[in-house]
């Protein structure tokens, strides 16, 4: 069975750095496209960056301070997230498609699996 187990959330000041963490089991990930969503208290869940191979995709709030990777060996993903601001409070999930396939990055319905979800908030 697949599961995404998501660590690496926490409490911290703005400015501050943080490194999330998902590790995949029950299949392998490689040239699959991964993605990290969060969505903050009363917003829409929405995509933070997508990784397929060697492409990235970042929206464009976090561009410059976020930074998705993957370890394949260890078939985790991460996000590094730097210069942290209060409006990136938010819970943060990874997702996964089930297929190499498809056209990158794919919208939010076309991800399979998720995790559950790591709370990350800033403050002033």
């Known amino acids: 069975q697949v599961q995404l187990v998501e660590s690496g959330g926490g409490f911290l000041q703005a400015g501050g750095s943080l490194r999330l963490s998902c590790a995949a089991s029950?299949?392998?990930?490689?040239?699959?496209?991964m993605a990290w969503f969060r969505q903050a208290p009363g917003k829409e869940r929405e995509i933070v960056a997508a990784i397929k191979w060697s492409s990235t995709y970042y929206t464009g709030s976090v561009k410059g301070r976020f930074t998705i990777s993957r370890d394949d060996a260890k078939n985790t993903l991460y996000l590094q997230m730097n210069s942290l601001k209060p409006e990136d409070t938010a819970v943060y999930y990874c997702?996964?498609?089930?297929?190499?396939?498809?056209?990158?990055?794919?919208?939010?319905?076309?991800?399979?699996?998720w995790g559950q979800g790591t709370q990350v908030t800033v403050s002033s």
């Open positions: 029950g299949s392998t990930f490689s040239n699959n496209a």
């Open positions: 997702a996964a498609r089930r297929t190499t396939a498809g056209y990158f990055p794919p919208g939010a319905r076309e991800y399979d699996y």
